[in-house]
């Protein structure tokens, strides 16, 4: 079992920045992509960006040139620097992890959501 733990939404103004944060614990090999998803007022659940244990990282077009992930040296936190901030990003962000639970076992796991609000 994985948990994650989101941290770092807010309110801020356009053109602002955030750094969103997610931990993750539990019971696992490894994890091999953690990423970010939100969903907007309106919008289906979509993906702004991902980063393999590798280091591969993908993009929304949305949100490309504004938005950069990282993940820490364990492996288990994955961040989400935020700039330029338009009131379009604002929705839930979900953190999203891709974990070998066992050698033969995959699944994913989802965080419970932090809120970004981007004022106009």
Do not use: H
Request: aromatic content about 10%; hydrophobic content about 35%; some cysteine.
């Amino acid at each position: 079992q994985v948990q994650l733990v989101e941290s770092g939404g807010g309110l801020v103004q356009a053109g602002g920045s955030l750094r969103l944060s997610c931990a993750a614990t539990g019971t696992f090999f490894s994890i091999n992509v953690m990423g970010w998803y939100r969903q907007g007022p309106g919008n289906q659940r979509e993906l702004a960006a991902t980063i393999t244990s590798g280091g591969a990282t993908n993009y929304a077009d949305s949100v490309k040139g504004r938005f950069t992930i990282s993940r820490d040296g364990n492996k288990n936190t994955v961040y989400l620097q935020m700039n330029s901030l338009k009131p379009q990003d604002t929705a839930v962000y979900f953190c999203n992890a891709d974990a070998r639970v066992t050698v033969a076992s995959r699944m994913e796991f989802w965080g419970q959501g932090t809120q970004v609000t981007v004022a106009s």
